[in-house]
């Protein structure tokens, strides 16, 4: 949808032409090209555009005419690069002068905010998936008004038409009959164009607007008869607000949902609905003190909740009367789950005192609720006569030895629980041993978590084995993090030869090493009844792996494994014979090219294998073995959180590689690409696979900055595609575009079940998309969460013009941190396509001209766009020294704009980028401002993403530079040839006093290149090389070129160790 506005301006005369940016279609990978966005001195007349589409055309055609018969104006336009890789091409400008119809009320507030640039009048036009044409038109006259003396704007294609003399029936005659004509050459199915939807044609879409988000999601509850679960997440005010009238009002007649989820407070509204609710089985939410007893109160007269999830709020020991009340009274029952909520021993006495009495309970998981030993030791008493309960669930509390005894002695004569976990409750070896010894007497457990419950003794080593030989009830054992060694590995294979009933077993980050890895090996080959063993994390190294991949020749009974990735040419090549094992799971593993190539042509011929997690290395030879292999049904390339480990997204050149080979698979059915950065340039391959893909059925794109260009890119897809069943979105700005284009795809597709939307929802998006529920016959399950927390004052607040009479009062705030939430408030309201301002981007500037920073550290809020007004203002900055945009989302685009400024900037000596996104096309753009600029001493890229070919793009411009003096560029992955390049850069550079390549994956090779650099170099102060892959010989040769340079006062070489 196009928003443009045009504000009055004072007459002036005419000032000279101001310069333009030229901005190119950015690339989706590699480097960013020096002719990306290059600077002249012309006037840049209005740029051409792509001939509309034939649909499109009548209205587009009028709206030029119209435009030509207005007077000429002279126009200069300054384009900034869309943010997040969005490539279309620009729409081009509208003349001021061009708009003779008056404006609706709504537009007129939003076009007539003040200006501080006088006789400049200042256009925005902001358009999805397109660049941002800044156009300042000069004119003799006072301003760009209609007949009536009104501000205009363009804020659809229906004001198009009537700029053109057309009322608004004959524009839409016209829309209709041009989309009728043009179906046959449409290439989107039967999707219809969500920018139509916009201007007003349905009547849910303008009723919607006039509703709160409650009223909408009331509504639609009220009509729709397909939806069984409901996830609100933050999308709604808290549950306690009298505003959640119309949703308990809808749960009362709504004989569908069963299942109803919210990260906000339940109060008495939605409480009293539950007295009359008949359908409703799983309810979770916060609480308080009345939410607790007005819930307790409900569900004495509720007889059909089975499932209540209470999560941590205002909740303490004293609320947890009314919930053991609950318990005591309620018959319905059958799981409780406290997830947070401080209850202490307090409430866990309360609880267990209710569990002697209670006969429904079933399932009880009481996590991080500072629970005590006295608490636990209530609990155990309980156990010891409640008949019920089957699972319990105790993890993350510091129930000690004693409460782990208490127990212990529960299992000895309880005989109906099953499942048992204590993750993380500090029971030592002690407490360990207690349950242990309990568990060769219980028959009744299955299922035993005791991970992460600190170092395992020897008394505790030696009674789980004999413990494994004796018990023939569990099958589920989770030991990680416990600091086993190798003994107690060779104790356990041991024990698994003999163990009958086991079928999962979990010893994930031990020190297995090599001893433990054969025993476990063996005791594979003997064993017929595991079918999961995870042993991630284990330090096993490649002889420990070679062994378990020689046993997987001969085991023909394990089906999952979860392992490091040490060894991994002998796993492949071990799958590649083994028909039995359906999943591998190598997640938070650094895979080298070895290994990787390993894993792509085991794929080509296994024929077991269904479930690959975590793999994102080589991602073009995995997409190239999907074209061949016919058993793999799901794949997982999810990117780990980048503060765990230094892994590149795929990006969206990865996208475009799995989506040419979704286009030819026939057997995947599930996907996931969470957290990988593709952008649009990804989504849109990926969209144009759905439409010919026939097995697919599963998709998750969360995490992946998906906005309004990104959904309306897949929503014709999504409409088309016959067999998709499930699909996550998530993590972007999503307004009025996306929202009508995933209510498009919920009134049209028929097959899609389960929908998750997670996005900073603005112009009424929930209120579109709940509208759009009423008409589905398909959704059962549909999440909704909404990044902002949701508060009506905040979205009301974006909607406003932005000015700099607004901006400078937070920003001199110095508690406010004005300047970030503005240039984050001027970033979202691009994203939703609204009207930034009279002034826009230029708001940003003058604040920034006005307070005159030194030093500015921006945080979190920036992303692309963000940087590119930054970026502007730093070409004539004359007073920054200093600027901080780390663990911010700014990527290559921003990347570029900064490294232009750099080129013209003479002023800044510290820039801090590190923890963004810039990945080698980043660096690659930083790398050539690095040729010019002399003025910045200080770099830092730490944990940016950057690979071998980034580093090798900044080395080759460091031999050169003569400015910067401290570069970092730790916790990256250049390898050895990054390390190679930076080998170079040490050699010849003669200003660099402090270089941090830590944390690369830098071997011995790299080691030797840069030791040898060392010998020449006379200027160097400090060299960081901390936790890289260097073998003891490999520090060796470092330490000892140490020794031999003069000028080198320090060398870190700590915690370095050769991969698995």
């Given at each position: 949808m196009?928003?443009?506005?045009?504000?009055?301006?004072?007459?002036?005369?005419?000032?000279?032409?101001?310069?333009?940016?030229?901005?190119?279609?950015?690339?989706?990978?590699?480097?960013?090209?020096?002719?990306?966005?290059?600077?002249?001195?012309?006037?840049?007349?209005?740029?051409?555009?792509?001939?509309?589409?034939?649909?499109?055309?009548?209205?587009?055609?009028?709206?030029?005419?119209?435009?030509?018969?207005?007077?000429?104006?002279?126009?200069?336009?300054?384009?900034?690069?869309?943010?997040?890789?969005?490539?279309?091409?620009?729409?081009?400008?509208?003349?001021?002068?061009?708009?003779?119809?008056?404006?609706?009320?709504?537009?007129?507030?939003?076009?007539?905010?003040?200006t501080n640039q006088g006789s400049q009048t200042v256009s925005y036009h902001l358009r999805a998936r397109k660049p941002i044409q800044v156009a300042v038109a000069r004119t003799s006259k006072t301003s760009s008004t209609s007949s009536n003396g009104v501000p205009t704007t363009i804020r659809s294609k229906r004001r198009a038409a009537e700029m053109a003399g057309e009322n608004t029936s004959t524009s839409k005659k016209n829309k209709k009959k041009a989309r009728q004509t043009d179906a046959d050459d449409a290439?989107?199915?039967?999707?219809?164009?969500?920018?139509?939807?916009?201007?007003?044609?349905?009547?849910?879409?303008?009723?919607?607007?006039?509703?709160?988000?409650?009223?909408?999601i009331g509504e639609a509850l009220l009509q729709n008869t397909t939806l069984t679960t409901l996830d609100l997440g933050e999308c709604v005010i808290d549950f306690k607000n009298a505003r959640m009238q119309p949703i308990a009002a809808a749960l009362v007649q709504n004989k569908t949902l069963t299942t109803l989820r919210t990260r906000n407070y339940i109060d008495a509204v939605i409480a009293d609905a539950l007295t009359q609710n008949t359908t409703l089985t799983e309810l979770s939410g916060y609480l308080d003190a009345n939410g607790a007893r007005s819930m307790a109160k409900a569900l004495t007269q509720n007889a059909t909740l089975t499932t209540l999830y209470l999560h941590s709020g205002k909740f303490g020991s004293a609320e947890s009367n009314p919930i053991a009340a609950i318990l005591k009274q309620n018959t319905s029952l059958t799981t409780l789950e406290l997830y947070g909520p401080q209850i202490g021993d307090f409430g866990a006495q309360a609880i267990g005192e209710a569990l002697k009495s209670n006969t429904t309970l079933t399932a009880l998981r009481l996590i991080g609720n500072d629970i005590g030993s006295a608490g636990a030791q209530a609990i155990g008493e309980a156990l010891k006569t409640n008949s019920a309960l089957t699972t319990l669930v105790l993890n993350n509390n510091k129930i000690g030895e004693a409460g782990a005894r208490a127990i212990a002695d529960a299992l000895v004569c309880n005989k109906t629980l099953t499942t048992l976990s204590m993750y993380w409750c500090s029971i030592g070896d002690a407490g360990v041993e207690a349950i242990v010894h309990a568990l060769e007497k219980n028959t009744t457990l299955t299922s035993l978590n005791l991970k992460n419950n600190i170092t395992l003794g020897s008394g505790a080593q030696a009674a789980i084995p004999r413990m494994l030989q004796v018990n023939t009830t569990l099958t589920e054992l989770d030991l990680g993090d416990n600091r086993l060694n190798s003994v107690g590995f060779q104790a356990i294979a041991e024990a698994l030869a003999r163990n009958t009933s086991l079928t999962t077993l979990s010893l994930a980050y031990n020190a297995m090493e090599l001893a433990g890895a054969q025993a476990i090996a063996t005791a594979l080959k003997s064993n017929t009844t595991l079918t999961t063993l995870d042993l991630d994390?284990?330090?096993?190294?490649?002889?420990?792996?070679?062994?378990?991949?020689?046993?997987?020749?001969?085991n023909k009974t394990l089906t999952t494994l979860q392992i490091g990735t040490a060894g991994l040419q002998a796993i492949g090549g071990a799958l590649a014979q083994n028909n039995t094992l359906t999943t591998l799971n190598l997640s938070m593993n650094p895979i080298d090219d070895v290994g990787a190539n390993s894993i792509a042509e085991m794929?080509?011929?296994?024929?077991?294998?269904?479930?690959?997690?975590?793999?994102?290395?080589?991602?073009?030879?995995?997409?190239?073995?999907?074209?061949?292999?016919?058993?793999?049904?799901?794949?997982?390339?999810?990117?780990?959180d980048r503060g765990l480990i230094a892994f590149n997204p795929i990006g969206a050149v990865g996208a475009q590689a799995i989506a040419e080979a979704l286009k030819q698979s026939k057997t995947l059915t599930t996907l996931r690409l969470n957290n990988n950065a593709i952008g649009t340039a990804g989504v849109k391959p990926i969209a144009e696979a759905l439409k010919v893909n026939t097995a697919l059925t599963t998709l998750e794109l969360d995490g992946n900055s998906i906005g309004d260009a990104e959904t309306q890119a897949i929503a014709p897809a999504l409409v088309q595609n016959t067999t998709l069943t499930s699909l996550k979105l998530g993590n972007g700005v999503l307004g009025k575009a996306g929202a009508h284009a995933i209510a498009t795809v919920l009134k049209q597709n028929a097959k899609l079940t389960t929908l998750e939307v997670t996005a900073r929802f603005v112009d009424s998006g929930v209120q579109t998309i709940a509208a759009a529920l009423k008409h589905n016959t398909t959704l059962t399950t549909f999440k909704l969460r909404d990044m902002n927390r949701y508060d009506p004052e905040f979205e009301r607040e974006m909607s406003e013009p932005l000015t700099t009479e607004r901006l400078l009062p937070q920003v001199r705030n110095p508690h406010g941190f004005g300047l970030e939430k503005a240039l984050s408030r001027v970033s979202r309201l691009f994203m939703r396509e609204n009207i930034v301002d009279s002034a826009g981007v230029q708001v940003i500037q003058e604040v920034l001209s006005l307070i005159k920073p030194s030093k500015l550290e921006i945080r979190f809020g920036l992303d692309d766009f963000g940087a590119q007004v930054l970026a502007t203002s730093l070409k004539q900055n004359s007073w920054m020294t200093e600027l901080n945009l780390r663990s911010s989302q700014v990527g290559p685009i921003g990347a570029q704009a900064i490294a232009e400024a750099l080129m013209q900037n003479t002023k800044l000596t510290i820039l801090n980028l590190s923890s963004t996104q810039l990945g080698d096309a980043g660096a690659e753009a930083i790398s050539k401002a690095l040729r010019?600029?002399?003025?910045?001493?200080?770099?830092?890229?730490?944990?940016?993403?950057?690979?071998?070919?980034?580093?090798?793009?900044?080395?080759?411009?460091?031999?050169?530079?003569?400015?910067?003096?401290?570069?970092?560029?730790?916790?990256?992955?250049?390898?050895?040839?990054?390390?190679?390049?930076?080998?170079?850069?040490?050699?010849?550079?003669?200003?660099?006093?402090?270089?941090d390549l830590g944390k690369n994956h830098i071997g011995d090779a790299g080691a030797a290149r840069l030791a040898e650099a060392l010998l020449r170099n006379t200027t160097l102060k400090g060299l960081s090389l901390w936790y890289n892959e260097m073998s003891e010989a490999g520090q060796r040769v470092m330490a000892a070129a140490r020794s031999q340079n003069s000028a080198l006062d320090w060398l870190n070489l700590s915690e370095n160790q050769p991969p698995n």
């Amino acid at each position: 949808m196009v928003k443009q506005a045009v504000p009055s301006a004072a007459s002036a005369p005419t000032p000279t032409p101001v310069r333009a940016t030229r901005a190119t279609r950015p690339k989706t990978g590699g480097s960013l090209s020096s002719t990306d966005a290059v600077e002249d001195d012309r006037v840049v007349a209005p740029m051409e555009v792509d001939p509309p589409k034939p649909k499109r055309a009548a209205a587009r055609v009028a709206a030029n005419a119209a435009a030509a018969a207005t007077p000429a104006v002279q126009v200069a336009t300054t384009t900034i690069a869309a943010p997040r890789g969005r490539t279309s091409k620009a729409a081009a400008p509208v003349p001021a002068t061009s708009i003779s119809e008056p404006l609706s009320k709504t537009a007129q507030k939003k076009a007539t905010a003040p200006t501080n640039q006088g006789s400049q009048t200042v256009s925005y036009h902001l358009r999805a998936r397109k660049p941002i044409q800044v156009a300042v038109a000069r004119t003799s006259k006072t301003s760009s008004t209609s007949s009536n003396g009104v501000p205009t704007t363009i804020r659809s294609k229906r004001r198009a038409a009537e700029m053109a003399g057309e009322n608004t029936s004959t524009s839409k005659k016209n829309k209709k009959k041009a989309r009728q004509t043009d179906a046959d050459d449409a290439d989107d199915g039967d999707y219809e164009d969500c920018d139509d939807d916009t201007a007003g044609d349905g009547d849910d879409n303008q009723d919607s607007k006039k509703l709160s988000r409650e009223e909408a999601i009331g509504e639609a509850l009220l009509q729709n008869t397909t939806l069984t679960t409901l996830d609100l997440g933050e999308c709604v005010i808290d549950f306690k607000n009298a505003r959640m009238q119309p949703i308990a009002a809808a749960l009362v007649q709504n004989k569908t949902l069963t299942t109803l989820r919210t990260r906000n407070y339940i109060d008495a509204v939605i409480a009293d609905a539950l007295t009359q609710n008949t359908t409703l089985t799983e309810l979770s939410g916060y609480l308080d003190a009345n939410g607790a007893r007005s819930m307790a109160k409900a569900l004495t007269q509720n007889a059909t909740l089975t499932t209540l999830y209470l999560h941590s709020g205002k909740f303490g020991s004293a609320e947890s009367n009314p919930i053991a009340a609950i318990l005591k009274q309620n018959t319905s029952l059958t799981t409780l789950e406290l997830y947070g909520p401080q209850i202490g021993d307090f409430g866990a006495q309360a609880i267990g005192e209710a569990l002697k009495s209670n006969t429904t309970l079933t399932a009880l998981r009481l996590i991080g609720n500072d629970i005590g030993s006295a608490g636990a030791q209530a609990i155990g008493e309980a156990l010891k006569t409640n008949s019920a309960l089957t699972t319990l669930v105790l993890n993350n509390n510091k129930i000690g030895e004693a409460g782990a005894r208490a127990i212990a002695d529960a299992l000895v004569c309880n005989k109906t629980l099953t499942t048992l976990s204590m993750y993380w409750c500090s029971i030592g070896d002690a407490g360990v041993e207690a349950i242990v010894h309990a568990l060769e007497k219980n028959t009744t457990l299955t299922s035993l978590n005791l991970k992460n419950n600190i170092t395992l003794g020897s008394g505790a080593q030696a009674a789980i084995p004999r413990m494994l030989q004796v018990n023939t009830t569990l099958t589920e054992l989770d030991l990680g993090d416990n600091r086993l060694n190798s003994v107690g590995f060779q104790a356990i294979a041991e024990a698994l030869a003999r163990n009958t009933s086991l079928t999962t077993l979990s010893l994930a980050y031990n020190a297995m090493e090599l001893a433990g890895a054969q025993a476990i090996a063996t005791a594979l080959k003997s064993n017929t009844t595991l079918t999961t063993l995870d042993l991630d994390h284990s330090r096993s190294g490649d002889a420990g792996a070679q062994a378990i991949a020689d046993a997987l020749r001969q085991n023909k009974t394990l089906t999952t494994l979860q392992i490091g990735t040490a060894g991994l040419q002998a796993i492949g090549g071990a799958l590649a014979q083994n028909n039995t094992l359906t999943t591998l799971n190598l997640s938070m593993n650094p895979i080298d090219d070895v290994g990787a190539n390993s894993i792509a042509e085991m794929l080509k011929s296994n024929t077991s294998l269904t479930t690959l997690d975590q793999l994102r290395f080589k991602v073009h030879e995995i997409a190239e073995a999907l074209k061949q292999n016919t058993a793999l049904t799901t794949l997982d390339l999810s990117s780990n959180d980048r503060g765990l480990i230094a892994f590149n997204p795929i990006g969206a050149v990865g996208a475009q590689a799995i989506a040419e080979a979704l286009k030819q698979s026939k057997t995947l059915t599930t996907l996931r690409l969470n957290n990988n950065a593709i952008g649009t340039a990804g989504v849109k391959p990926i969209a144009e696979a759905l439409k010919v893909n026939t097995a697919l059925t599963t998709l998750e794109l969360d995490g992946n900055s998906i906005g309004d260009a990104e959904t309306q890119a897949i929503a014709p897809a999504l409409v088309q595609n016959t067999t998709l069943t499930s699909l996550k979105l998530g993590n972007g700005v999503l307004g009025k575009a996306g929202a009508h284009a995933i209510a498009t795809v919920l009134k049209q597709n028929a097959k899609l079940t389960t929908l998750e939307v997670t996005a900073r929802f603005v112009d009424s998006g929930v209120q579109t998309i709940a509208a759009a529920l009423k008409h589905n016959t398909t959704l059962t399950t549909f999440k909704l969460r909404d990044m902002n927390r949701y508060d009506p004052e905040f979205e009301r607040e974006m909607s406003e013009p932005l000015t700099t009479e607004r901006l400078l009062p937070q920003v001199r705030n110095p508690h406010g941190f004005g300047l970030e939430k503005a240039l984050s408030r001027v970033s979202r309201l691009f994203m939703r396509e609204n009207i930034v301002d009279s002034a826009g981007v230029q708001v940003i500037q003058e604040v920034l001209s006005l307070i005159k920073p030194s030093k500015l550290e921006i945080r979190f809020g920036l992303d692309d766009f963000g940087a590119q007004v930054l970026a502007t203002s730093l070409k004539q900055n004359s007073w920054m020294t200093e600027l901080n945009l780390r663990s911010s989302q700014v990527g290559p685009i921003g990347a570029q704009a900064i490294a232009e400024a750099l080129m013209q900037n003479t002023k800044l000596t510290i820039l801090n980028l590190s923890s963004t996104q810039l990945g080698d096309a980043g660096a690659e753009a930083i790398s050539k401002a690095l040729r010019v600029n002399t003025t910045l001493t200080t770099l830092n890229l730490y944990e940016c993403w950057i690979g071998s070919a980034g580093a090798q793009a900044l080395a080759e411009e460091l031999k050169q530079n003569v400015g910067l003096t401290s570069f970092y560029l730790s916790r990256n992955s250049i390898g050895d040839s990054g390390a190679n390049a930076m080998a170079a850069v040490i050699s010849q550079n003669t200003t660099l006093t402090t270089l941090d390549l830590g944390k690369n994956h830098i071997g011995d090779a790299g080691a030797a290149r840069l030791a040898e650099a060392l010998l020449r170099n006379t200027t160097l102060k400090g060299l960081s090389l901390w936790y890289n892959e260097m073998s003891e010989a490999g520090q060796r040769v470092m330490a000892a070129a140490r020794s031999q340079n003069s000028a080198l006062d320090w060398l870190n070489l700590s915690e370095n160790q050769p991969p698995n």
